[in-house]
């Protein structure tokens, strides 16, 4: 007979899957955390922006005489004293604008002693404009005769990008079945709880030190420092706690160099914070584009090939969202097995807001058209749409046309997880039978999914990361790294792997994070790489403190220190778990001894991943990842409202790190997208913005928020911090095809332009039930049979 | 401007003290919760010099059932409206109108009477100045044409409150104080249609106390169209309150909001009263509700969308009443 096992306590309880809160989540719940909104420096001023308020004009005159004059105001500026201070992706912006090329154009600024003082100095500035003809879609600004919106760039043409791969005709002519749709995703916009806030100081020597919610603080430098003609060395960024970014901070707005350019003129800190009118018109939105794609099968449902021709609204000025169809692509090759792409884009300059990055960059646009293509081909092939994508999906170890190395790829399981989890394929029959049967409310369940780079993207020259590790006296730790925490968990997941690592209460651990001539440099937040490359950073510098740890541990204790560990806040014995020394008092022996050390290590961490390359043929993150929606959806086919009764998402996370945390970027991700599937909607009339107030802009409220069913499926990713992959923007990009097939197969009608609001829903429906003859649209699912 | 610009604010403890007060400052408005006339300041659509706080009146606060009749203070707020158990089991539509008004933290705030009194709304109007500037402006302030309907010599601004409709459609009387007395009025003439001047209520005149009948065997209700579930006004509301008599309507009344300058009583439901509501009563209903409404292009959503759904909404709450009422 054997004896009934105990717990060994050689076996070390991991953390790595718990569920850790965050360390600031007390002090946020409390109200306690000084947001940068809240800052107030000693002698600080306000500053204000005068907007244009019309969409294009020349500036006749300018007169701030008034405003110059008025008790209290201590700098007016104008475009005039900024002329050549050009900032930006192409160098197309520039701090105060000499023409107006869209309604938030800044024309002028004040910095006063009061909010109420710089406002009434605004009214009093006159400006006289001479209106242009505007250029209002895409279409329109590439016509020949369209009016010209920057002098620099004819034909109001910015950015393109195009990828090709395999013989089109030749695929075209193999392919027995073809969707061809034009979808055309809107304008939306971050809406973070903060709003756009900077505060600026010059010191004597004219070194610039910036309060701001980047979340790219190095680079950040870099593109600021041409807004005000000083070196990128220059600068100190200074990141206080920030009520969201999403994206929205990614790059260098004007309301920063403003804050600058008012705190040089004045020789006093100068605070420029957006109201949320302000927040809504002056920040950059989620790219606008016209999406026309094409995909071909085989009768038996083999993929063949995959077109997308795509059309940006570039905004008025070139930031990130432009750029985005370096992801846009890779959906469009990577997902599922496209033997043959053709992918071009071309960004057209209009008058209307400018786009930013913003989470999911692209692919949530890609993926609306991505997904619903699928649930098309599939019904025209005739068979479930699981088993359409489980057909064509990839396995671990395949590359995609453009190089992305799938060396762990969990498609396939997130596609049964999700399927069984939610009874997919019976629900979706029995729905799409009942879909013409009498009754008012209709049910519908649809299935979406996409692939997203999970261990950042190298479209900057590095995507590395540096980490300082110290450990003081008491054994308490400190993490000095370049990663920012934007609300997203950095935090927790640092705080995590140091406490798995050294085996010290996670309260021991804190984080300097949060100024760039203390910390060192990273690319910053995006890409859903941060919890990726920050982690393993964290790892490296926790492990390399570990090793000097335990050998010294060793020497006093004359054992090997391979026999060794940390755990609870001892250095104890491998074989039998018993503790042999307090940490502390290593670390004060080896501090005080003969030849002391002290505990303070650097690491750099570059993931293995290639540079993006003009050719975008390059493995260009260190893992991919995939994710599948399940979504449930009651639609009342009379007033077109749709209620989403319950999301399942299976995801691929590589490895659980901290559980709270990853199902809090789940559920706010999917919040995200929620509202941009079924409410956010920026209305732009002619460069103008209608709904510039959470009245009219719907952004979702807790009880849209359906109930969700997680599965988190854990492919072990070799790269990854204990096998974690990159999380956070999935979430986003996959739910809205998920509710437009499901509104599909509830109702029999297509969304192509998001939204899916209910007047849109209910007149889709009215059209498709109306009778023959009655000028009701077909639906549009194109099929031709070669 | 979107700082809060100088006033003078005053609290009198009375309700013929507050209304001495507003006839003795010129640009004077009353304050109750608040939740509509601060933000409105904030944008620079009212010029005020003097707030008058009613929230020192005792007379305004409280509810007191009686046997045939519900009389509620001007100042209860939303919160205790709805949670009030007799209002909740008496006159449902009271008590689920007050529930569908924005969110739980405005509800604790937000009045009866400010619901009441509330300003008309239009996407050309609830703006800041900067905002109305650059659209030029609009008649219903500082500008000289509609932007909804250019042509028009009227503002079409439509009344959104969501307790109106369902004080209505429960026949409810409203008592106000002004400087010549008090004097009571029925709800359905406390309201012009104009954006521009809603009310009937004349200079400093102050609404004291809505009065609303218990009518045993009625049965009432509120359905609000909106694009999400909190925070949200209603694109149109729709109040119910019905009696049946066996398989025949014995008495019907509608009233709708969001969908015109007031809030608008249905006319011509009593052709239905008498008959069983089958098909042809509830087609009749929705012809009734459309030409009584006049949703004008004051919000993001559509006018032939909230024509069309205002009646589909009726017709849902009507049906729901009828079967519960069985
Ligand atoms: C974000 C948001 C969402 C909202 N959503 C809704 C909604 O969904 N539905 C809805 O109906 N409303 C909504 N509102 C408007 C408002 O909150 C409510 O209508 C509320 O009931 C107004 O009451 P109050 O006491 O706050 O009014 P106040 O703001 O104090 O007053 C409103 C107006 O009535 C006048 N007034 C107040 N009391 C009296 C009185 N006794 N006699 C004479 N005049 C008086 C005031 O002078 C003022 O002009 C919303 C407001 C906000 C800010
Ligand atoms: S209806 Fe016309 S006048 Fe009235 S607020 Fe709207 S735009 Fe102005």
Same mark, same amino acid.
């Given at each position: 007979m054997q004896e009934t096992a105990t717990a060994s306590p050689t076996v070390k309880e991991t953390l790595i899957g718990q569920r850790v809160r965050k360390p600031d989540a007390p002090d946020k719940a409390t109200g306690k955390t000084r947001y940068i909104n809240d800052m107030v420096l000693p002698q600080m001023l306000i500053g204000k922006v005068l907007f244009a308020g019309r969409p294009h004009a020349r500036i006749v005159r300018i007169d701030t005489g008034a405003a110059q004059k008025l008790p209290g105001v201590h700098a007016v500026l104008t475009g005039k004293d900024v002329a050549e201070l050009r900032f930006g992706f192409v160098r197309d912006n520039v701090a105060l604008k000499d023409k107006v090329r869209c309604e938030h154009d800044e024309i002028a600024a004040v910095a006063a002693e009061t909010e109420e003082i710089a406002c009434r100095a605004l009214e009093l500035i006159e400006v006289e404009y001479e209106d242009l003809p505007g250029v209002f879609s895409p279409e329109a600004g590439a016509r020949e005769d369209a009016p010209q919106i920057h002098d620099r760039f004819p034909g109001n043409k910015s950015l393109a990008f195009e990828f090709r791969h395999g013989d089109l005709a030749a695929a075209e002519a193999a392919s027995e079945l073809i969707v061809d749709n034009v979808f055309r995703p809107h304008h939306v916009t971050h809406c973070c709880m903060g709003t756009s806030c900077a505060i600026a100081d010059f010191d004597h020597n004219g070194k610039l030190t910036i309060w701001t919610q980047t979340q790219y603080p190095y680079n950040y430098k870099m593109d600021l420092a041409?807004?005000?003609?000083?070196?990128?060395?220059?600068?100190?960024?200074?990141?206080?706690?920030?009520?969201?970014?999403?994206?929205?901070?990614?790059?260098?707005?004007?309301?920063?160099?403003?804050?600058?350019?008012?705190?040089?003129?004045?020789?006093?800190?100068?605070?420029?914070?957006?109201?949320?009118?302000?927040?809504?018109?002056?920040?950059?939105?989620?790219?606008?584009?016209?999406?026309?794609?094409?995909?071909?099968?085989?009768?038996?449902?083999?993929?063949?090939?995959?077109?997308?021709?795509?059309?940006?609204?570039?905004?008025?000025?070139?930031?990130?969202?432009?750029?985005?169809?370096?992801?846009?692509?890779?959906?469009?090759s990577g997902h599922y097995r496209v033997p043959v792409v053709d992918f071009k884009a071309q960004a057209i300059y209009t008058n209307n807001p400018y786009a930013g990055s913003f989470r999911g960059y692209g692919n949530v646009q890609t993926t609306w058209a991505t997904a619903q293509q699928m649930d098309?081909?599939?019904?025209?092939?005739?068979?479930?749409?699981?088993?359409?994508?489980?057909?064509?999906?990839?396995?671990?170890?395949?590359?995609?046309?453009?190089?992305?190395?799938?060396?762990?790829?969990?498609?396939?399981?997130?596609?049964?997880?999700?399927?069984?989890?939610?009874?997919?394929?019976?629900?979706?029959?029995?729905?799409?039978?009942?879909?013409?049967?009498?009754?008012?409310?209709?049910?519908?369940?649809?299935?979406?999914?996409?692939?997203h780079n999970a261990g950042g993207a190298k479209i900057h020259k590095s995507d590395g990361i540096g980490t300082i590790l110290k450990m003081d006296d008491y054994a308490r730790v400190t993490v000095i790294t370049g990663a920012s925490e934007i609300g997203q968990g950095i935090d927790a997941v640092i705080t995590l792997i140091v406490a798995e690592e050294l085996g010290v209460p996670l309260e021991h651990v804190t984080l300097v994070n949060n100024d760039s001539d203390v910390a060192p440099w990273d690319v910053g937040v995006h890409a859903s790489r941060t919890t990726f490359i920050a982690g393993n950073g964290t790892r490296r510098a926790a492990r390399k403190a570990k090793a000097q740890i335990l050998n010294a541990a060793a020497k006093m204790l004359e054992e090997s220190p391979e026999d060794l560990d940390l755990r609870a806040g001892s250095v104890v014995r491998n074989t039998d778990g018993a503790a042999l020394i307090k940490l502390e008092r290593v670390l004060r022996q080896m501090h005080f001894q003969a030849e002391p050390e002290l505990v303070m290590v650097t690491d750099y961490y570059e993931p293995k991943s290639e540079p993006e390359g003009a050719a975008h043929v390059s493995d260009h993150s260190a893992a991919y990842s995939h994710a599948v929606h399940i979504a449930e959806i009651t639609v009342d086919t009379l007033t077109g409202e749709i209620k989403v009764d319950k999301v399942t998402v299976a995801q691929d996370v590589g490895r659980v790190i901290n559980r709270m945390g990853l199902e809090g970027q789940i559920e706010?991700?999917?919040?995200?997208?929620?509202?941009?599937?079924?409410?956010?909607?920026?209305?732009?009339?002619?460069?103008?913005?209608?709904?510039?107030?959470?009245?009219?802009?719907?952004?979702?409220?807790?009880?849209?928020?359906?109930?969700?069913?997680?599965?988190?499926?854990?492919?072990?990713?070799?790269?990854?911090?204990?096998?974690?992959?990159?999380?956070?923007?999935?979430?986003?990009?996959?739910?809205?095809?998920?509710?437009?097939?499901a509104l599909y197969n509830a109702t029999g009608v297509r969304i192509f332009d998001p939204p899916m609001s209910p007047e849109k829903v209910a007149r889709a429906i009215f059209e498709r039930c109306a009778p023959a003859g009655s000028g009701a649209v077909e639906p549009r699912l194109a099929g031709t049979a070669a | 401007m979107p700082v809060m610009p100088d006033f003078e604010l005053l609290r009198p403890d009375s309700a013929e003290a507050a209304v001495a007060l507003h006839a003795s400052r010129p640009a004077s408005r009353y304050l109750a919760g608040g939740t509509d006339l601060l933000p409105n300041l904030r944008r620079g659509l009212a010029d005020t010099a003097t707030v008058i706080d009613l929230g020192g009146i005792a007379e305004l606060a409280g509810?007191?059932?009686?046997?045939?009749?519900?009389?509620?203070?001007?100042?209860?707020?939303?919160? *205790?409206?709805?949670?009030?158990?007799?209002? /909740? %089991?008496?006159?449902?539509?009271? !008590?689920? &109108?007050? #529930? $569908?008004?924005?969110?739980?933290?405005?509800?604790?705030?937000?009045?009866?009477?400010?619901?009441?009194?509330?300003?008309?709304?239009?996407?050309?109007?609830?703006?800041?100045?900067?905002?109305?500037?650059?659209?030029?402006?609009?008649?219903?302030?500082?500008?000289?044409?509609?932007?909804? *309907?250019?042509?028009?010599?009227?503002?079409? /601004? %439509?009344?959104?409150?969501?307790? !109106?409709? &369902?004080? #209505? $459609?429960?026949?409810?009387?409203?008592?106000?104080?002004?400087?010549?007395?008090?004097?009571?009025?029925?709800?359905?003439?406390?309201?012009?249609?104009d954006g521009m001047r809603w009310l009937a209520l004349d200079r400093g005149e102050l609404l004291a106390a809505v009065r609303v009948p218990l009518a045993p065997g009625w049965s009432s209700g509120y359905e609000k169209l909106r694009i999400r579930g909190a925070i949200d006004f209603p694109l149109s509301g729709v109040a119910v309150a019905l009696a049946r008599d066996g398989e025949r309507l014995a008495g019907l009344r509608i009233a709708c909001?969001?969908?015109?300058?007031?809030?608008?009583?249905?006319?011509?439901?009593?052709?239905?009263?008498?008959?069983?509501?089958?098909?042809?009563?509830?087609?009749?209903?929705?012809?009734?509700?459309l030409r009584g409404i006049q949703a004008m292009e004051t919000t993001t959503a559509s006018v032939p969308y909230r024509r069309k759904a205002t009646p589909i909404l009726a017709r849902r709450l009507v049906t729901r009443l009828w079967t519960e009422a069985a």
């Open positions: 041409p807004a005000l003609g000083i070196h990128p060395g220059d600068i100190r960024v200074i990141q206080p706690p920030v009520g969201g970014a999403f994206g929205s901070k990614l790059d260098v707005y004007p309301y920063e160099p403003i804050a600058a350019l008012l705190a040089r003129k004045t020789g006093r800190p100068v605070k420029v914070m957006y109201s949320r009118e302000e927040e809504f018109k002056a920040s950059p939105t989620r790219q606008a584009a016209i999406i026309h794609m094409r995909t071909g099968c085989t009768r038996d449902g083999v993929l063949t090939f995959r077109t997308a021709d795509v059309l940006l609204d570039n905004g008025a000025y070139t930031s990130w969202g432009p750029t985005i169809p370096v992801i846009m692509m890779r959906t469009t098309m081909l599939a019904e025209m092939v005739d068979i479930d749409p699981l088993e359409f994508h489980l057909k064509n999906a990839q396995r671990s170890g395949e590359v995609t046309p453009q190089r992305s190395f799938l060396r762990e790829c969990a498609l396939v399981e997130c596609l049964e997880t999700a399927a069984t989890a939610s009874d997919y394929s019976r629900k979706r029959k029995e729905y799409a039978a009942l879909r013409d049967a009498p009754g008012r409310y209709k049910k519908g369940i649809g299935l979406a999914s996409s692939i706010g991700g999917l919040a995200i997208g929620l509202g941009y599937a079924l409410s956010e909607d920026m209305r732009i009339e002619n460069g103008m913005l209608k709904n510039a107030c959470f009245r009219d802009y719907k952004l979702i409220t807790a009880p849209e928020m359906p109930p969700l069913d997680l599965h988190f499926i854990e492919s072990h990713c070799a790269e990854g911090p204990y096998g974690a992959k990159g999380i956070s923007e999935l979430p986003t990009i996959v739910i809205a095809p998920a509710i437009a097939n | 509810i007191r059932v009686d046997a045939d009749r519900v009389h509620i203070g001007a100042g209860t707020t939303l919160a *205790a409206l709805a949670a009030h158990p007799g209002i /909740a %089991a008496e006159l449902p539509a009271l !008590a689920q &109108a007050a #529930l $569908a008004v924005a969110g739980p933290t405005h509800r604790e705030s937000a009045t009866l009477g400010g619901n009441l009194c509330l300003d008309t709304r239009c996407r050309y109007y609830n703006q800041s100045t900067p905002w109305r500037e650059a659209n030029h402006y609009c008649m219903k302030l500082e500008g000289d044409v509609c932007r909804v *309907a250019p042509k028009s010599k009227r503002c079409y /601004a %439509a009344f959104s409150g969501d307790v !109106a409709p &369902a004080l #209505l $459609a429960l026949d409810a009387e409203v008592d106000i104080v002004g400087t010549n007395g008090r004097r009571t009025l029925a709800l359905a003439e406390f309201y012009h249609d909001t969001g969908v015109s300058s007031r809030p608008e009583r249905i006319e011509g439901l009593d052709a239905l009263v008498g008959q069983p509501l089958d098909d042809a009563a509830l087609a009749q209903l929705e012809k009734l509700v």
